[in-house]
């Protein structure tokens, strides 16, 4: 992970190093971020884990750690509240990806697992319920409270200038929707 101070002098540095395959980041508070920290295909196992790293000293707490069979640990947000939501994303396949609540070190709940779907890394929390995330197979923005009910459904416009079905996976990682963010 590196560091850009624009303030100081411009220059970037490491502030975080070692961790297998960093996918997406969030803040968590002043000092700290949190890490989804995937092991994508072609490593020897699955799934990944959340780390929160303050951004002074690097110390790291592992909060999740995931093994599975199919799909990565791309994503995570702490909502107000205090609960920690996971993006988990299956590529190439698309078939095995999940929203889940983080219950503990090893436990989970998931929220919603689709037939077909690519979760974005970053989602966004909601400042009435829940959070947002994306799916880019469906082209869609995904409203979800933290027990799984899915609150808004907003389609994004295929700006990719094709005419895949939304029946299909992805042909191109290019086309994923990764980052979701909400603007006053």
Excluded: Y
């Amino acid at each position: 992970l590196l560091e850009f101070d624009l303030e100081k002098d411009g220059e970037m540095r490491v502030f975080g190093d070692g961790l297998m395959e960093p996918s997406g980041l969030s803040s968590d508070g002043p000092d700290h971020v949190l890490i989804g920290n995937a092991r994508m295909p072609g490593g020897a196992e699955l799934g990944g884990e959340v780390v929160r790293m303050n951004v002074h000293t690097g110390e790291r707490e592992t909060l999740f750690n995931v093994n599975r069979t199919t799909g990565a640990m791309i994503g995570v947000i702490r909502l107000a509240d205090g609960t920690l939501i996971g993006s988990i994303s299956d590529w190439p396949d698309q078939v095995k990806s999940e929203i889940i609540r983080i219950d503990g070190k090893s436990q989970h709940t998931p929220l919603l697992q689709p037939d077909l779907a690519f979760f974005s890394a970053q989602m966004a929390p909601d400042p009435e319920e829940g959070f947002w995330v994306a799916e880019s197979v469906k082209r869609e923005l995904i409203r979800l409270n933290t027990e799984g009910k899915v609150l808004d459904r907003l389609k994004i416009d295929d700006c990719s200038g094709g005419a895949r079905p939304v029946t299909q996976p992805l042909a191109r990682a290019f086309d994923t929707l990764e980052s979701v963010r909400l603007v006053a």
